[in-house]
């Protein structure tokens, strides 16, 4: 992770919906199918940079990887 901004993340091929899910149980984002709706998204790009768990986790000690 790089920025400290924790994200939304589709996963649509391969092994991205793995690492999708993977970034979400770490408190780095959320992760939603390639099935979500307009509204789905929106919810989720107004509700991730503000939601205190995920800032916590994106500005702790080591969470800039490079």
């Known amino acids: 992770m ?9 996963g649509v091929l391969a092994d991205q919906p793995d690492k999708a899910a993977a970034f979400a149980r770490r408190g780095l984002g959320r992760a939603l199918e390639p ?3 307009r509204g789905e998204i929106a919810d989720a790009v107004a509700a991730v940079p503000g939601d205190p768990g ?13």
Do not use: M
């Not at 790089?2 to 589709?10: E, Y």
């Not at 994106?58 to 990887?65: I, K, L």
């Open 2 to 10: 790089q920025g400290a901004t924790p994200v939304p993340a589709v």
């Open 35 to 37: 099935t979500a709706t």
């Open 54 to 66: 995920h800032a916590d986790v994106a500005t702790g000690p080591g969470s800039v990887r490079r």
